[in-house]
């Protein structure tokens, strides 16, 4: 139980001397304060191997890279088009919403072949629809992630589209031009956007969990935070928003050895040369730059809230823990009637997802969720919030001494 305990990270995010853990829901928590109970926080929260290789000291060049990448955003912000739908064309009036019914092409069916070969035509619209499926995995493998692929319209696909703009050099506005979808369909070099899956024995053995109680006595009693059911580890496998992998194989019952699946094509990487990152809490963004101050990679992110905000100011990674344990103490905050402290142990499931990125500010980090169809809609404690698989592909290549800087 010690070394277990040991082992255990302390990942609540605090501010102002208050610290504030992830809730599994992504409800905001209604934090208490408690003063007459000494209970210590179980393990440092930075105990990773490279954390204290990395010197929190920001040099001048580092610092004019930041300026230089935040006046990007800050330009990026200005241009995008908030009000438009995403499908709307640059030249069309964008006081309503069109709907596609009478073109042909909205009619393209929700099947492999209809996905694969659906086309972007003018006023697209809001909506779900098989040309945002295809956009979102070709987003997704431009390094511009729209989250939990779902065919749907909205703020992470605007996002998405306009941090793709970004990085190819088109105008940021967000709207999904021609020349946008050219771009796209370019860099994704004649790549299906969906393909077929076959289930394994290896997809059904798991581990699962029954169920993952809210109460966080009950999940500290658990072996893991596994997953719950096949339909929801395969969804995060492909980058997909569950309920739409259920609804692009509407006769699957995920229990079955050899059943066929129509999933995303996705990547599995993120760039090498990760040299800054900007976390732009107006945007709900998390932004990648290289050495070369060029924008190189997105993700949405949820980061901090109004009650709990995240810090201000320039931090720097100092190290990566995948699956970490979650460290829970009522000193902090108290969860339920919980009031002492709590080893909770790893899993896709836990307060912070599967991986754990450290930054230089005391238990304050970049980390994955247990409900990533939630990101960048609701609140976290202070901490970036990212989906499970955007977060453990950014922990693959981020080094120790990257710099992190929050902008509003």
Excluded at 33 to 58: E, G, K, M, R
Excluded at 212 to 234: C, F, N, W
Excluded at 241 to 256: H, I, W
Aim: a positive charge.
């Amino acid at each position: 139980m010690f070394v277990r305990t040991m082992l255990a990270l302390s990942l609540s995010c605090i501010f102002a001397g208050t610290t504030f853990a992830a809730s599994t829901a992504e409800q905001p928590l209604k934090p208490q304060a408690i003063t007459n109970v000494a209970v210590q926080d179980p393990i440092d929260p930075l105990a990773a191997d490279s954390a204290s290789s990395a010197s929190s000291q920001i040099t001048s060049q580092e610092q004019q890279d930041l300026n230089k990448a935040s006046q990007t955003l800050n330009d990026l912000q200005k241009t995008e088009d908030q009000n438009a739908p995403v499908g709307t064309s640059p030249t069309a009036p964008t006081s309503k919403t069109v709907t596609p019914s009478s073109s042909s092409a909205a009619k393209v069916a929700w099947t492999l072949d209809g996905i694969n070969n659906a086309q972007w035509y003018d006023n697209i619209g809001k909506g779900q629809f098989p040309v945002y499926a295809r956009a979102h995995v070709m987003l997704n493998n431009a390094h511009a992630s729209p989250g939990a692929i779902d065919g749907s319209s909205g703020k992470n696909t605007l996002k998405a589209i306009a941090s793709f703009q970004q990085i190819v050099g088109i105008k940021p506005t967000g709207i999904l031009t021609k020349e946008t979808w050219d771009a796209l369909v370019a860099n994704q070099g004649g790549k299906p956007a969906f393909v077929e899956y076959t289930i394994t024995q290896k997809d059904l053995d798991g581990p699962y969990a029954k169920s993952i109680p809210h109460d966080y006595a009950l999940q500290a009693q658990m072996k893991g935070l596994y997953y719950t059911r096949v339909s929801e580890m395969l969804a995060e496998k492909f980058h997909m928003d569950e309920d739409f992998l259920k609804k692009m194989n509407p006769k699957a019952s995920f229990s079955k050895v050899g059943e066929k699946l129509v999933v995303a094509n996705i990547r599995n990487e993120v760039p090498e040369d990760i040299h800054l990152i900007v976390a732009h809490k107006g945007a709900k963004q998390l932004y990648l730059f290289n050495s070369r101050n060029q924008m190189i990679g997105s993700f949405p992110a949820t980061i901090g809230s109004s009650d709990t905000p995240s810090p201000t100011g320039t931090y720097k990674v100092t190290g990566v823990a995948p699956n970490p344990w979650y460290g829970y103490s009522p000193s902090n905050f108290v969860q339920g009637k919980n009031t002492k402290a709590l080893s909770l142990p790893p899993g896709p499931n836990g307060p912070v997802g599967n991986i754990w990125i450290g930054l230089s500010k005391k238990s304050f980090g970049i980390h994955g969720t247990p409900n990533p169809s939630a990101i960048s809609k609701t609140a976290s404690h202070g901490c970036i919030r990212l989906t499970n698989w955007d977060a453990n592909d950014l922990g693959k290549k981020v080094k120790s001494g990257v710099t992190v800087k929050f902008l509003e």
